[in-house]
Structures are given as structure tokens and as C-alpha cells.
């Protein structure tokens, strides 16, 4: 079997050593041509992974024609903002039979979409999945044991990409939930900022685990609001993937939200970072789209006003603290009392 990944970031570049150590002939492509011609002469993706040795059946291509044109599965691997990019530079070059992947974790600004309604805009007739869940490129890449989520529309998409993705450390379980799994991944990035902000502002766990606990319960208001399901947000594409994010070293968004507790602007906390901070479009675009929706989201609403209104991360936290006295799960007091 031949696969495409799109994207030489960290996560795609993780993705293809999995694959191509399971057997399958990889071919990795990235628009920055200098990152596929240091792959190909180091066998080792210097900017984004240093330190992983890649495999032989991974190999850089140079054109996205090249990546795809035999593949029987399509990675795409961009940053989420570039994922409607992509897909126009694929357009003419999918067939049908061939099966989209998406690793991106976002919300479309603008749109308000995710990314699987991107791709499927380009593409209504292929089969496309989502994989997402805890799993930090640098571990994957090294063989540490790690546990996914893969969804699709169509169970046995989701049970064929179970299968080509999973090893003996990387395992993969199927959700049919594909609104819920895709929220979860994107929303937990914006989360995992403030959290990396307590840090910055030198506050200790008692803060993280309430932005945590209370984050979890937003990404479930806007994720049911969508039609997704509560119980999808207690799994790996939910809890799992928002402890990885708020709590690991790997975290670009902690590292992001950190320098901004310390002070940072944001260009420059971006700038010292030098990769994609995912969670700061997707707070513009869960911002816009909790107002759309009515969705409370007390936490999503203050770092966006830390980020593009240059409030004070302090006077942020004090707002959050004073809010309106409520109960902690409200459908569940109306009940009871």
C-alpha cells in the first residue's frame, strides 16, 4: 500500500515514520522545498522532528501530484487554517476510491467549519476520517505507547484506517461521533493556552485543574450544541487530548500561553515558538462561532480577549473568579432540586 501525507510539521512527519515502519510506502510532502530536500540528504527532519531517524520507506517528494497520484490514502497533515489551501491545489488530482485522513485540529476562521466539512466541500465523494486524540509527535515518533481515536461517517472507514494505523504502540480506537472527536481536538488547544498562562503568571495546580475541569464542560456545551455526543468529551478526543495538551512539555499552546502569563505579547510569544500555535485562530473562530450559537464559554471568551484585545491575563483570571454564582453541571441540579 502506498500512502500520501501532506505536511512535514512535527505530526506528519511522526505519522510517516509509524506508517512506513509498519511497511507501507510513504511519500511526504511539504510546500517548503528545503524541509524535503534535508529529509531526503539527513534522513531527519531537522526543523520539526530533530533526533528521529526516518525509515527507509519514507521518502520526500517535491510536488503534490507525486504525493498522490498512487496513494491509496491521503494524509493531510497542514496546520488547519491551510487545510482549504490544500485542498485546492488537490483539486483534479483525487480519485474517488482514495480515502482522506485529516490529523489538522482546528475550526475554520470565517467558516466556522471543521475540518472534515472542508475536505468534504472539495471532495463529497471520497471517504474521509478523522484521527485525532493524545499524541504528541515526539513521542509517537519514538515508539512511546499512545492511544488515538479515529471517526468517520462510515464505521467501516473508520475500522479499515483502525487497522492501516494501528501497532503495537500506537493504538487505535473507532468513534462513530465524528462532530464530537473533531471538537474535542480543536477546542482543547485554546484551553491549553490559558493553562500554559497560569503557569506564565506562576499560579499552581488548584488553577490548572479548575481551567481544566471547567474547559472540559465548555468544549461539551459547544460540542452538544452541534449535535455531538456528551460521552465522546470523557474520551481520548476529549479529556484525554486536553490533559496531554495543558499539562506537556511538547505543548506548543502551553509554551504559547506560558510566555503571555510572562508577560509576551503575542507576536512575540509566536515568534520565540517558530511552529504553528493552533489554538490561537481556533479562538477567533470558537469565539465567533459560541456567539452564534448562545453557547456560554467564559474561558474561550477571556483568552480571546487577552489575544486580540490586549486585556491583562490577571485581570482575565479575577473575571473569571467573579463571575456569576451557578451550579457546576446544571442539568443535573434542575433535576435533582
Known sequence: MRIGVLGSGSWGTAIGVLLSKKGYEVNLWDRNSEVIESINQTRENIRYLPGVLLPAGLNGVNTIDECV??????????????????????????????????????????????????????????????????????????????????????????????????TPKFRVYTNPDVVGVEIGGAVKNIIAIAAGISDGLGYGDNTKAALMTRGIAEIARLGEALGAEYLTFAGLAGIGDLIVTCTSIHSRNRRAGMLLGQGKKLEEALAEIRMVVEGVNTTRSTYELAKKLGVDMPITSELYRILFEGKDPRYAVSDLMLRSKTHEIEEIAVKMW
Open 69 to 166: 497520484k498512487e496513494a491509496e490514502i491521503i494524509v493531510i497533515a497542514v496546520p488547519s487554517q491551510a487545510v482549504r489551501k490544500v485542498c485546492e491545489q488537490l483539486r483534479g488530482l483525487i480519485r474517488s476510491e482514495q480515502i482522506l485522513v485529516s490529523l489538522a485540529k482546528g475550526i475554520e476562521v470565517g467558516t466556522s467549519k471543521r475540518m472534515s466539512q472542508v475536505i468534504e466541500e472539495y471532495f463529497p465523494d471520497n471517504r474521509i476520517a478523522v484521527l485525532s486524540g493524545p499524541s504528541h509527535a515526539e513521542e509517537v515518533s519514538r515508539d512511546i505507547p499512545t492511544a488515538v481515536v479515529v471517526t468517520s461517517k462510515e464505521r467501516e472507514t473508520a475500522e479499515c484506517i483502525q487497522d492501516i494505523f494501528i
